[in-house]
Nanobody
Framework: QVQLVESGGGLVQAGDSLRLSCTGSGRFFSAYGMGWFRRPPGKQREFVAAITRNSDTTYYADSVKGRSLISRDNAKNTLYLQLNSLKPEDTAVYYC??????????????????WGQGTQVTVSS
């Protein structure tokens, strides 16, 4: 089990950029793939991005591809999500997910076993 805590969310305007962070505790942080999911108001949790344990492969949802970057610093037990050109439809609670393995395609919520409490991102027009 790895305890995860997200930060960096807030209220921004369309077109702005934001960097989310997720810090984990536990000695096995670097052994697992990690990802970001989000839950828009009134909708189900959906995939955003994921990264393997050694940062050799990344995955992105079509909705954020080309304007986002997932990265990690295992020495700091930290996962990042850079979001650029933010749109109102990016408004959601963003969750950090840990405990992933290796994937042949974009992972789903069932591919992870550790979750943070989420950080709110609100994008206004």
């Amino acid at each position: 089990q790895v305890q995860l805590v997200e930060s960096g969310g807030g209220l921004v305007q369309a077109g702005d950029s934001l960097r989310l962070s997720c810090t984990g505790s536990g000695r096995f942080f670097s052994a697992y793939g990690m990802g970001w999911f989000r839950r828009p108001p009134g909708k189900q949790r959906e995939f955003v991005a994921a990264i393997t344990r050694n940062s050799d492969t990344t995955y992105y949802a079509d909705s954020v591809k080309g304007r986002s970057l997932i990265s990690r610093d295992n020495a700091k037990n930290t996962l990042y999500l850079q979001l650029n050109s933010l749109k109102p439809e990016d408004t959601a609670v963003y969750y950090c997910a840990g405990g992933g393995g290796k994937w042949l395609r974009n992972p789903t919520t069932r591919d992870f076993n550790s979750w943070g409490q989420g950080t709110q991102v609100t994008v206004s027009s």
